[in-house]
């Protein structure tokens, strides 16, 4: 019975997954506003990727803190985001963003890269309040570094990426 089973699930990743995996033309891309031309397909965004935070800063205007998390956002040619970040200083209150110093949630992304902007729609999250909220974001994109901030610059803050390698 093992036999089969073990040749099953090796049947099944020859046949769905490897293919997928080793060509992206299986995989629809995130298709960008109107005569954004980003990534390697006029049609593909190049936030599309993998992605690790290297700063994160809070606060207000220009009076920004860095304070030390960790985390990384992955982007898919699937139309997804999911983000994790976490702050080692787990005293801190929780936030609309975080419980005991944690954030992770996912979603669908709609990406302009012209406007250097998306919007994600919340379909998941650890603070349950934001799931169905829809959020804007800005970012600037250079080279491998990636700077996200919210449109409501009330929200007061701005997260440096650096694409995995």
């Given at each position: ?91 801190v209150p929780d936030s609309a963003y975080t ?63 650096e694409r995995y390698r």
């Amino acid at each position: 019975m093992r036999f089969y089973i073990k040749v099953a699930v090796i049947l099944f990743m020859a046949t769905r997954v490897i293919p997928v995996m080793a060509n992206g033309n299986n995989v629809q891309p995130v298709c960008t506003e109107k005569g954004a031309l980003s990534g390697k397909d006029s049609n593909q965004s190049a936030l599309i990727g993998a992605w690790k935070m290297v700063k994160f800063e809070t606060g207000t205007g220009e009076e920004l803190k860095e304070i030390p998390y960790t985390g990384q956002l992955i982007i898919t040619d699937a139309g997804t985001l999911s983000a994790q970040a976490s702050n080692p200083d787990k005293t801190v209150p929780d936030s609309a963003y975080t419980v005991n110093g944690y954030e992770a949630l996912y979603g669908d992304i709609k990406i302009d890269d012209v406007a250097g902007r998306f919007i994600l729609t919340v379909n998941s999250a650890l603070a349950s309040g934001l799931i169905g909220q829809k959020m804007e974001r800005a970012f600037h994109l250079t080279g491998n570094k990636l700077e996200l901030s919210p449109v409501d610059k009330g929200e007061g803050w701005r997260v440096t990426y650096e694409r995995y390698r």
